[in-house]
């Protein structure tokens, strides 16, 4: 096959001769640093990474073992040379079932050779899993898979439900939702992703017997994390997620260290909002947050599907071919193989995650009931847009088994409805820009568009992403107020308080669960090692994985002590800011501030002149925020905290 080349991924090696002569220079000083750590001791942090091959994930945890290091605490990363079938570099490389030898010596010798070097530059100890695995344990999994019947998903060894655990990789290479018969290749990686997963946590066990281990970590939740997850808890030792913050695409320079899943840290912040929802944020905050809206329109990032947003004179409605005299509904679909394999997974470590009453069965019951609702209504009209990622897309050629269904339930769009799929050249933010209300599954953009202004309703809230029930980010229980909202939100009004509230809920769910290693790691978008320094953030990185540290409660009882009144008019200012480079950047595609006196709204039709262009257009988004600046003397402070409040 041809190997398409992923961010961050080494595939680099030389000849097998040069590859012996390095290992063989490296061996004696990895020996020498790992070779008292049998004996029982203090304890030392294991970190169980096996995917060195992607490079952004072992230099991230590299950084966090030296500031261990550095703290006088003890640290051993494991090393492998193809010891699993499947794994993160290879689920990355889209690796067939029955790859080539020399793909795999091409992916598993570059991937030793970047361990090898990035322990070596940083003087960090490893353990080869060689010296763990015998005849012995590859007996032991083959009578164990010998026994596995048609739905792997009943597959259990040990009394842990394997292939459960494993389905939740194979959902999101496959883009599967339906498990109960899967077959052929998808079959064959299914099993390859079981056996992996049970020999890496009988590896777990044998290193736990002999080392002494008092926490491990490990990069994502990667079944081939969370079996060595499993052997570790079953020893009552705690185990640790890593993972760069979901920011700016993926930001390289802050790191989120939990101790929960990520559905249970999601749940937390629901709980947070409650408490600390009021509390102001700091103006890098808001930059921060800001900055995340305008990279993302840009579709500047690997996580980003949509196509770029697009800037234009006129009426987008006309292009579209809308109907300038109905109000416009943008339903956003959701990818539900992500949420069906993150709720396998908290099932097998027995993590709840119901998000309580909902009110539709599932995303075409939710299109079909909103599509009714819309047709018997001559005041709106419906544009669905699929998910892009539920088709081909910059990562994969793979279309969704969702996507087939939405395809067979919408083969004749319903009255007053147009559906975008997913291979539609149209982006999600020219969409967005001239919604009058943004209906979402659960999908992320609910949380960029209600910093842009736009009203949104959220048809299923869960714990893998919630948002808080107020301001422009509402859901229901019941589809009788699910439909009494959407009507509701389209008369909503945009004001400064309710744009506040969203930087703020994201900021929460983004940022503020990370700690800031942004004086080691040289950019967000950093993919190597960086030249070692301690970070200034150090004593947190060892309380979050030594003491299990609460981050975000951490951060705002910090943010307690220093909110007040001028603490929320700084952040009010900020915000403005914010919003006045926004309508801006959507008016002209360029950076900057709006200039308000050449600013004019009529309804929704926005007219701006500047030195060197005027454009007008039809654009809601602008039009909300627009007139929110246009309301504010930014040079009157009481008018600024009047605004604020209303």
């Excluded at 040069?18 to 290992?23: L, N, T, Y």
Aim: net charge neutral; hydrophobic share 40%.
């Amino acid at each position: 096959m041809t190997m398409k080349k992923k961010p961050g991924l080494s595939v680099r090696v030389g000849s097998r001769i040069q590859w012996e002569a390095k290992k063989a220079s490296l061996h004696f000083q990895r020996w020498r640093r790992h070779k008292n750590f049998a004996a029982p001791g203090e304890g030392v942090t294991l970190f169980f990474v096996p995917e060195a091959g992607l490079k952004s994930h072992m230099a991230l945890l590299c950084v966090l073992a030296k500031t261990l290091e550095e703290s006088g605490q003890r640290t051993l990363f494991v090393q492998c040379l193809n010891h699993f079938e499947r794994c993160p570099v290879k689920s990355c490389e889209a690796v067939s079932a029955h790859p080539s030898a020399k793909l795999i010596e091409q992916l598993c010798y570059g991937c030793l050779d970047t361990s090898m070097e990035m322990l070596n530059a940083y003087r960090l100890s490893s353990v080869s899993l060689e010296a763990y695995r015998d005849a012995e344990m590859e007996a032991q999994i083959n009578q164990a898979l010998s026994s596995a019947g048609e739905n792997l998903m009943r597959f259990t060894y040990q009394n842990i439900e394997f292939g459960s655990l494993c389905s939740s990789d194979l959902i999101l290479d496959k883009k599967l939702v339906f498990l109960e018969r899967v077959e052929g290749e998808n079959r064959e990686v299914w099993l390859q992703y079981i056996r992996a997963t049970i020999r890496a946590f009988l590896l777990t066990e044998r290193m736990l017997a002999v080392l002494p281990v008092k926490q491990l970590v490990h990069y994502n939740e990667y079944c081939l994390a969370m079996g060595p997850r499993l052997a570790a808890a079953a020893k009552g030792i705690p185990g640790f997620t890593v993972t760069h913050a979901a920011h700016r695409n993926v930001d390289r320079s802050k790191v989120v260290i939990t101790s929960k899943l990520w559905g249970g840290l999601m749940r937390d912040q629901t709980d947070a909002w409650r408490v600390w929802g009021k509390l102001s944020i700091p103006r890098p905050a808001i930059d921060e947050v800001a900055t995340d809206v305008l990279s993302n329109m840009l579709s500047a990032g690997w996580n980003i599907y949509s196509p770029k947003k697009t800037f234009y004179d006129g009426d987008l409605r006309e292009r579209l071919g809308l109907s300038p005299d109905r109000k416009l509904i943008v339903a956003y679909t959701s990818s539900p193989d992500e949420l069906v394999g993150i709720g396998y997974l908290m099932d097998v470590f027995k993590e709840p995650h119901d998000g309580g009453l909902q009110p539709f069965e599932d995303q075409v019951e939710w299109l079909k009931a909103l599509a009714a609702f819309v047709s018997t209504r001559e005041d709106m009209q419906l544009v669905i847009r699929v998910h892009p990622r539920e088709g081909k897309n910059k990562r994969t050629n793979l279309r969704s088994e969702h996507l087939e269904q939405l395809e067979t339930a919408f083969a004749s769009p319903p009255r007053h409805c147009r559906i975008v799929w997913p291979e539609d050249p149209i982006s999600s933010y020219d969409l967005g820009e001239i919604a009058d209300v943004a209906l979402t599954a659960w999908s992320n953009i609910v949380m960029e568009l209600a910093r842009l202004g736009v009203p949104s309703v959220v048809a299923f809230h869960n714990a893998f992403s919630p948002v808080p029930n107020e301001g422009l980010m509402r859901w229901a229980r019941d589809p009788a107020e699910y439909f009494r909202l959407l009507v509701e939100m389209t008369q909503s009004r945009t004001t400064l308080q309710n744009v506040t509230d969203a930087f703020r809920w994201y900021y929460m769910a983004r940022v503020a669960t990370a700690l800031d290693i942004g004086d080691v790691v040289p950019s967000a978008v950093y993919e190597g090692l960086p030249q070692w320094r301690r970070p200034k953030e150090s004593e947190a990185v060892v309380g979050a994985i030594i003491r299990g540290d609460d981050v975000l409660r951490n951060y705002y009882e910090g943010r307690k002590r220093e909110d007040g009144t001028e603490a929320q008019r700084v952040e009010a200012e900020a915000v403005l800011a914010a919003m006045s480079k926004f309508v801006h950047f959507f008016l002209t595609g360029e950076g900057g501030e709006v200039d308000p006196t050449g600013l004019t709204i009529s309804g929704y039709k926005v007219r701006y002149v500047t030195a060197s262009k005027t454009v007008q257009r039809y654009s809601p988004l602008c039009a909300r925020l627009g007139r929110v600046l246009l309301e504010v003397d930014k040079s009157n402070e009481s008018s600024l905290r009047r605004a604020a409040t209303v």
